[in-house]
């Protein structure tokens, strides 16, 4: 059987019982039309997902250690496909992932070096982070590398680039395109290819949570802060805050924090509309305001680095 499977889901998994149930049902449900395995790659949880998981007959194994770089290769070296589909536990797939993923499978006959997949659509509900934040990331549809929540590739692209970076605790999918680009492969989002993702954060301190673990990976060298463009718009960021405590210092609080306020508002906005450059009207002020939420998390991520602040678990 294992030389007949043609692709391989790998899901990495941490205390994912409330979901995982979910997840591995309408993966079945929306599989591929050709052979397939699931890998369930249990990274030392503390509940029952790894008994959950075992009721589907899949492929569970366990990587209780390690970045989710090392957890999504020990998923691949357990697994025998030719295409590699990398899902988070968190993440579902569609009707319409279904009707087109049989195509898209096919292309990798024709050309092995490539990556593709699709930003994760937000849950159909009020949030308003999903409104004004990750709806419109979906529909901007403009990326320069493929999330590993839903991340599809060859095996032979993969070896070729020896996986994921393992010393790498995010940006690990960044890191994999970059490499991927480097040796000639082609980076296409398909957003034909609709998954959608329950674990984007539903409050302001949630958000602010995820961008300060995501934005790591942009502070830890020289190299990597000036190549990032996020890390550069970070670093005006303390500028203008230093900035604007000096004038609190000099001139009091009223000057300093009105500074600070209508400089960032500014930047916000502008940072907003080259983001999401067909952002509505209507919607530029929510959207810009969670932009700032994004730019403190970043922040925090740079204040992590500098004071050398690391947790092992951040999800």
């Not at 992932?97 to 930003?119: C, Q, V, Y």
């Not at 190549?227 to 300093?256: E, Q, T």
Request: net charge neutral.
């Amino acid at each position: 059987m294992s030389d007949n499977i043609v692709v391989s889901f790998i899901i990495p998994a941490f205390n994912e019982a409330e979901i995982i149930v979910d997840t591995l049902s309408q993966l079945h449900q929306y599989s591929p039309k050709v052979a397939y395995e699931v890998i369930i790659v249990d990274n030392g949880s503390k509940d029952n997902t790894t008994e959950l998981a075992q009721h589907y007959n899949d492929t569970v194994i366990s990587c209780p250690i390690g970045t989710i770089a090392a957890v999504r290769n020990c998923g691949v070296n357990a697994s025998t496909g030719k295409v590699l589909v990398f899902l988070d536990a968190d993440v579902k797939l569609t009707q319409q992932w279904k009707d087109n993923i049989d195509e898209t499978i096919e292309h990798f006959n024709a050309d092995p070096l490539m990556i593709t997949g699709s930003r994760c659509s937000s849950p159909e509900n009020n949030n308003i982070l999903n409104k004004h934040w990750f709806n419109l990331l979906v529909e901007s549809n403009s990326t320069t590398y493929i999330n590993s929540g839903h991340l599809i590739t060859s095996r032979i692209l993969f070896d070729k680039i020896s996986g994921f970076n393992e010393g790498l605790r995010t940006a690990e999918d960044h890191d994999f395109c970059v490499r991927a680009k480097q040796l000639g492969a082609s980076i296409i989002s398909n957003s034909n290819l609709k998954v959608i993702h329950d674990g984007y954060p539903t409050t302001c301190a949630q958000f602010i949570k995820r961008e300060r673990w995501h934005g790591r990976e942009d502070f830890e060298s020289f190299t990597s802060l000036i190549n990032s463009k996020v890390a550069l718009v970070i670093c005006l960021h303390v500028v203008i805050f230093l900035s604007s405590l000096v004038i609190v210092l000099l001139n009091g609080p009223v000057v300093g924090v009105g500074l600070y306020l209508l400089t960032m508002s500014i930047l916000s906005l502008a940072l907003t509309r080259y983001k999401f450059s067909k952002t509505s009207i209507k919607s530029l002020m929510k959207t810009s305001f969670i932009h700032y939420l994004y730019i403190i998390g970043r922040t925090l991520s740079l204040i992590d680095r500098l004071t050398l602040r690391y947790s092992t678990k951040f999800r």
